[in-house]
């Protein structure tokens, strides 16, 4: 399972033209139900198991910032109240796991209850995280991952305070954007390359207190894949040198260095590019369209580049019913037999490569270029794209 690192504030998948609470639309749908899932394990009794679902009514798209603060307002009520429940509940708690479990679920709630913007339980939240971290009948991971948490909250708090404030999706934007004086373009840089360096210190510090559980390493191998294409290299090769990195790390790793490998290959023949006009190609599937939308958006904005699809699917004719339905851009390139896949690395849709005028692969972090490429454009044109995030590099 990945660390709680850059994907607390990703969504699998993509986001388009995420706005300030100002300017939200009206909702499409009135609420959405989380679940707190936080830890399965055996001899749960029935009473903490019904503790474990809890319908909460979540900010979602709102006509108002005040119909939007009154939303957060009833989901940090609701997750205060169900802290209270499990709090109880740990009173007369008599299986040791039992107990554990819901002191980890009261953890969370009060966790968000705070994201809610209600700090009111935050003493006894971090009282709770001190005495789990200390806690060797957790296992490492699950400590980890609460600690993960914790410091991703804080950095939320941090980087508000100093106006880089990520958005409700990525972590992405920057409110400070379209200041006067400041090159839009310059100020995106800054905002996700600040961010990230923070986030880099965070996987830092768990991978050194928790150096076997996977969380820290898997956090950093993430930050590597949304850097620049010379960091993300960088980081990948320090990740290859440590020696409690998991075997599944090792495998994702070396895929990430064929990928690197592919810098300055020509894809003539391998592929219909166009002579003399940059090409962007991008891996979709029939199940996971959302990456090809989002590129069908960058070919909205960018008219001049040209689009290739690869369809990973094997099943070719349902790919080309979703393709009818989804509508990819450009020209769509079937993959049934994985040569294509295999050639280029790969291994998970929503990937982006850009070949140059020439046919050359220029990069293959096309979605880290992309997002920067629509950071720059003027508020008034398009407000962000958010590239997919995925477990697996």
Not at 10 to 16: K, Q
Not at 177 to 187: I, K, L, S, W
Not at 200 to 210: D, G, S, T
């Amino acid at each position: 399972m990945i660390s709680l690192s850059l994907f607390m504030f990703h969504i699998v998948g993509v986001t388009l033209a995420q706005s300030s609470p100002q300017e939200m639309p009206v909702p499409n749908t009135a609420e959405t139900t989380s679940l707190i899932t936080a830890g399965e394990g055996d001899g749960i009794d029935p009473e903490l198991a019904a503790l474990k679902a809890v319908r909460v009514t979540k900010p979602g798209r709102f006509a108002s910032a005040a119909e939007f603060q009154s939303a957060r307002t009833a989901e940090a009520r609701a997750w205060l109240e169900q802290a209270a429940k499990l709090r109880s509940y740990q009173e007369k708690a008599v299986a040791p796991e039992n107990h554990r479990e819901a002191r980890k679920l009261e953890y969370t709630a009060l966790l968000n209850a705070a994201r809610a913007g209600d700090p009111s339980g935050e003493t006894r939240r971090l009282q709770m995280l001190e005495n789990i971290r200390s806690d060797k009948s957790f296992p490492a991971g699950v400590r980890c991952e609460m600690v993960a948490h914790s410091q991703y909250h804080n950095l939320q708090k941090r980087l508000s305070e100093r106006k880089i404030v990520p958005s409700s999706a990525d972590g992405r934007r920057d409110s400070r954007r379209n200041q006067p004086g400041t090159p839009d373009e310059a100020r995106a840089e800054f905002a996700f390359d600040a961010y990230l360096a923070e986030c880099e210190q965070v996987e830092r510090a768990l991978i050194e207190e928790f150096p076997d559980a996977p969380n820290g390493y898997e956090g950093l191998l993430c930050i590597a894949r949304d850097s620049s294409q010379e960091r993300g290299a960088a980081i990948v090769a320090e990740l290859m040198e440590m020696k409690n990195l998991p075997l599944h790390l090792i495998n994702e790793c070396r895929i990430m260095q064929k990928r690197y490998g592919l810098t300055g290959r020509r894809l003539t023949g391998l592929l219909p590019l166009t002579d003399g006009k940059e090409t962007w190609i991008y891996s979709w599937s029939k199940d996971a369209i959302g990456g090809a939308m989002a590129v069908k958006a960058l070919a909205e904005r960018f008219p001049g580049k040209e689009f290739v699809g690869i369809c990973l699917d094997k099943d070719t004719e349902a790919a080309r019913r979703a393709a009818e339905t989804g509508g990819p851009p450009g020209q769509q390139v079937y993959d049934a037999s994985g040569e294509i896949a295999a050639e280029l690395g790969l291994t998970s849709p929503a990937l982006l490569y850009i070949a140059d005028e020439s046919g050359c692969i220029r990069s293959v972090s096309g979605m880290n270029e992309a997002r920067r490429l629509v950071s720059a454009l003027p508020k008034a044109g398009i407000s962000g794209v958010n590239p997919p995030s995925s477990a697996t590099p």
